[in-house]
T-cell receptor, first 115, second 115 residues
Framework: NAGVTQTPKFQVLKTGQSMTLQCAQDMNHEYMSWYRQDPGMGLRLIHYSVGAGITDQGEVPNGYNVSRSTTEDFPLRLLSAAPSQTSVYFC??????????????FGPGTRLLVL | KNQVEQSPQSLIILEGKNCTLQCNYTVSPFSNLRWYKQDTGRGPVSLTIMTFSENTKSNGRYTATLDADTKQSSLHITASQLSDSASYICVVSARKRGSNYQLIWGAGTKLIIKP
């Protein structure tokens, strides 16, 4: 099993550009989520999904969109990149049995720099 | 407001020595507490999880303790190795209405092991 994979590993954008961060998991997990990690702060939840076709907002959803058309994939779209979105983005997945009680498995992260 | 605070922010110790990392939380209603290890450039990996009724949980050279009365947890690392150099993150789960949970992430303690 590859676990949770993310692409790209690094990305540089100009302000106003849009892009999609890809996330895929091969563990048949129902729960998937996106976090951002900034220096000196804990991980912050952007969006999450409890299954295909179902998504919801987390703590910091503004400027980001998600969709979940399959169990495996959970892409994160930046609509119009801003310097404040410079961060490291992590995708995670978990079994649904007990919701977020289950251990989350994280991808390797995508480092995004917005100029 | 639900919060998780970790101390120290960073710690440098010599290889072979023991160390203890602290986590204080103000989270209600408490569901469980996890410790994650995050190597540089990688996603977090779960080390231990403890519920309200558990005082101690071990994972190899890692031992986590939980005092639900004082709302404190510690992570003790025994006989440190160079591979223990990483950030250690405390995460507390707060129960929300229904079967939903909210994860509150600490900012982490950066541990450096020197030979």
């Amino acid at each position: 099993n590859a676990g949770v994979t993310q692409t790209p590993k690094f990305q540089v954008l100009k302000t106003g550009q849009s892009m999609t961060l890809q996330c895929a998991q091969d563990m048949n997990h129902e729960y998937m989520s996106w976090y951002r990690q900034d220096p000196g702060m804990g991980l912050r939840l952007i969006h999450y999904s409890v299954g295909a076709g179902i998504t919801d907002q987390g703590e910091v959803p503004n400027g980001y969109n998600v969709s979940r058309s399959t169990t495996e994939d959970f892409p994160l779209r930046l609509l119009s990149a801003a310097p404040s979105q410079t961060s490291v983005y992590f995708c995670a997945s978990a079994r649904r049995d007990r919701g977020f009680q289950e251990t989350q498995y994280f991808g390797p992260g995508t480092r995004l720099l917005v100029l | 407001k639900n919060q998780v605070e970790q101390s120290p922010q960073s710690l440098i110790i010599l290889e072979g020595k023991n160390c203890t990392l602290q986590c204080n939380y103000t989270v209600s209603p408490f569901s469980n507490l996890r410790w994650y290890k995050q190597d540089t450039g990688r996603g977090p990996v779960s080390l231990t999880i403890m519920t309200f009724s558990e005082n101690t949980k071990s994972n190899g050279r890692y031992t986590a303790t939980l005092d639900a009365d004082t709302k404190q947890s510690s992570l003790h690392i025994t006989a440190s190795q160079l591979s223990d150099s990483a950030s250690y993150i405390c995460v507390v789960s707060a129960r929300k209405r229904g079967s939903n949970y909210q994860l509150i992430w600490g900012a982490g303690t950066k541990l450096i092991i020197k030979p």
